[in-house]
């Protein structure tokens, strides 16, 4: 438990979704995202993964996600949540097949052409516990809510419930979580080549 898969959903206009599956479990955490850039990939990916690192010791043990310049900022995901990040290579979408599967499911309640901004978090939030609740047949018909949970004690739950993400200002270790670089064609490369880009303030939390 605790590694997951990650990727963006496109539609009709700059809004995504950006998906994250818990491989063992097939648990889902669906987060909305104004634009498809590191900056909101950052922030999106901490929001939804971080009650669960902070809750359950090992909750975020890697990340796999799409080879997409969205996640240029994957060193700074892996200092917060403390896991280490991988990328699927190029057209080996198969190598995080469980969040590709489950992309697919997310289709069902939002068609390609839909324009996700229209979403909102709680209309995400229904898709993903529509998906949590859902039985599967390679779970031997469990729900991935069920299966993820089991490993969790009723403590773990509560904190998991309760946690939000909010950047320490007076933490050394978080301090470049507020200088965080605009959206920028500089910035969207792929991961590690975002060199020399201009920085400017951010704070990674819900308008």
């Known amino acids: 438990m605790g590694h997951w ?24 955490v669906i987060e909305p995202t104004a634009e ?4 909101t990939a950052l922030a999106a ?15 975020v043990a890697s990340i796999t996600f799409d080879n997409g310049s969205e996640f240029a900022e994957h060193e700074l995901i892996d200092l917060v ?11 080996a979408s198969w190598e995080r097949g469980t969040n590709e599967n489950t992309n ?31 039985p599967r047949e390679v779970l031997g018909f469990r729900t991935p809510r069920e ?5 969790l004690s009723p403590c773990e739950r509560r904190r998991a419930r309760t946690r939000s993400f909010r950047p320490k200002r007076n933490d050394p270790e978080q301090t ?8 920028t064609s500089e910035l969207n490369s792929r991961p590690g080549e975002s060199d020399d880009v201009e920085y400017k303030h951010l ?5």
């Open 5 to 28: 898969e990650g990727d963006t959903m496109v539609g009709k206009g700059k809004a995504r979704l950006l998906t994250l599956v818990e491989r063992r479990s097939r648990y889902t």
């Open 36 to 39: 498809g850039c590191a900056r």
């Open 104 to 134: 697919g499911l997310i289709r069902q309640y939002a068609p390609k052409r839909t324009d996700l901004g229209r979403l909102n978090g709680a209309d995400v939030r229904r898709i993903a516990d529509k998906l949590n609740d859902r």
């Open 176 to 183: 470049a979580l507020y200088t965080q670089p605009e959206c």
């Open 81 to 91: 949540l403390g896991c280490t990040s991988y990328f699927a290579r190029p057209y």
């Open 147 to 151: 299966v993820f949970e089991e490993s």
């Open 203 to 207: 704070i990674l939390l819900d308008e």
């Open 45 to 59: 990916t901490l929001r939804g993964l971080y009650p669960w690192q902070e809750a359950v010791p090992g909750g």
